[in-house]
């Protein structure tokens, strides 16, 4: 698999810190307990939390619907199908303007879009930035050809 740039939905990103901050939280209040369990010596006690945790930990992770392959793997070829379903391929914005979107995905033809959307923009405010000093130059030469009041504080 190559280093290619997707985006991710919102939604699914949000899930994807909450499901960290989930995790963190879970280990947090695992060695918590077990401090405790060990503290007043009760080592069972502190077994029985310790297959607990064990158990939540797997249901988060049956949560995550990551790939049983991928877990044992690590190959991101697993990912394929998760991949799909939660990320946007970014494009590499060299497709032809003039491309009427036949046969692509309609995530294709909002990020194609965006991308012409986001090109117009940045294009207006180059415009907008060139015209506003043009205007400044030209505001600021007509001052210096202006007779200043001898009171004037600006000198």
Known sequence: MDNELYLIHEDD????IDHKL???DLVLELV???REDLAEG?????????????QQ?????EGWTIPDEYAESGDPDDLAQLMEEELL???DGEEDSEDDGEGKSLSELLLRT????TRS???MLDASRCAVDAEFRALMDRLDNMERPENDCAG
């Open 114 to 117: 965006a991308e012409l959307m």
């Open 13 to 16: 990103y949000l899930r994807h």
């Open 42 to 54: 009760e080592t069972a006690r502190a077994v029985r939390d310790l297959c607990s945790y064990e």
């Open 57 to 61: 930990a797997h249901i988060l992770f």
């Open 22 to 24: 989930e995790m963190y």
């Open 121 to 123: 923009a940045a294009t």
């Open 89 to 91: 391929p970014a494009g």
């Open 32 to 34: 918590r307990t077990l």
